[in-house]
T-cell receptor, first 116, second 114 residues
Framework: AQTVTQSQPEMSVQEAETVTLSCTYD???????LFWYKQPPSRQMILVIR??????QNATENRFSVNFQKAAKSFSLKISDSQLGDTAMYFC?????????????FGTGTSLTVIP | KAGVTQTPRYLIKTRGQQVTLSCSPI?????VSWYQQTPGQGLQFLFE???????NKGNFPGRFSGRQFSNSRSEMNVSTLELGDSALYLC?????????????FGQGTRLTVV
């Protein structure tokens, strides 16, 4: 079975500062993807960044980057130059891809507040 | 291209009724999966469809069912609604090719059972 753990229920950061959200996962799969999704109060689940497990290079998307440590099964999200619009719940997600079905496994989320 | 569209956005139903939710995936995406989100249980997997076939199902009672049409649009149905079915229902559309995968969510349907 796959599990995703986000050990930080709540975090806060000053505007323009950098913050790192932690995520660990457990799986015996080799073919999988990792994602960070942002869910603001509107409840829309917005894709922030994704990482293919077979790629060693860490993914980056503008102010968002990940630190993917496959052996340690760790997938943290770094947000640089934090903005007020980054305030949201952040979910780390693992997706198993197989002929028997694609399925997301989610962590419990980290509520991030950006302080002006 | 258009995103994932879920309808309706909000629903209020009475206990014992049934409800049907709809999800139109991104064009070209053949996999649609459904999730229930509640404050107490977080995000839980309901089922996944690919090319009109249910490939995977989560641990939900048989009152929860779904289907997928030839145009990849998917519906989920909940019969004999219970108060505990009140939740945000999210669908995700995903696609896999040689360049990798992409997966996007709809805005969700907020179901309230009274």
């Amino acid at each position: 079975a796959q599990t995703v753990t986000q050990s930080q229920p709540e975090m806060s950061v000053q505007e323009a500062e950098t913050v790192t959200l932690s995520c660990t996962y457990d799986t015996s799969e080799n073919n999988y993807y990792l994602f960070w999704y942002k869910q603001p109060p509107s409840r829309q689940m917005i894709l922030v960044i994704r990482q293919e497990a077979y790629k060693q290079q860490n993914a980056t998307e503008n102010r968002f980057s990940v630190n993917f440590q496959k052996a340690a099964k760790s997938f943290s999200l770094k947000i640089s130059d934090s903005q007020l619009g980054d305030t949201a719940m952040y979910f780390c997600a693992f997706m198993k891809l197989s002929n028997t079905g694609n399925q997301f496994y989610f962590g419990t989320g980290t509520s991030l507040t950006v302080i002006p | 291209k258009a995103g994932v569209t879920q309808t309706p956005r909000y629903l209020i139903k009475t206990r014992g009724q049934q409800v049907t939710l709809s999800c139109s995936p991104i064009s070209g995406h053949r996999s649609v999966s459904w999730y229930q989100q509640t404050p107490g249980q977080g995000l839980q997997f309901l089922f996944e469809y690919f090319s009109e076939t249910q490939r995977n199902k989560g641990n939900f009672p048989g009152r929860f069912s779904g289907r997928q049409f030839s145009n990849s649009r998917s519906e989920m149905n909940v019969s004999t609604l219970e108060l505990g079915d009140s939740a945000l229902y999210l669908c995700a559309s995903s696609f896999l090719n040689h360049r990798g995968t992409e997966a996007f969510f709809g805005q969700g349907t907020r179901l309230t059972v009274v």
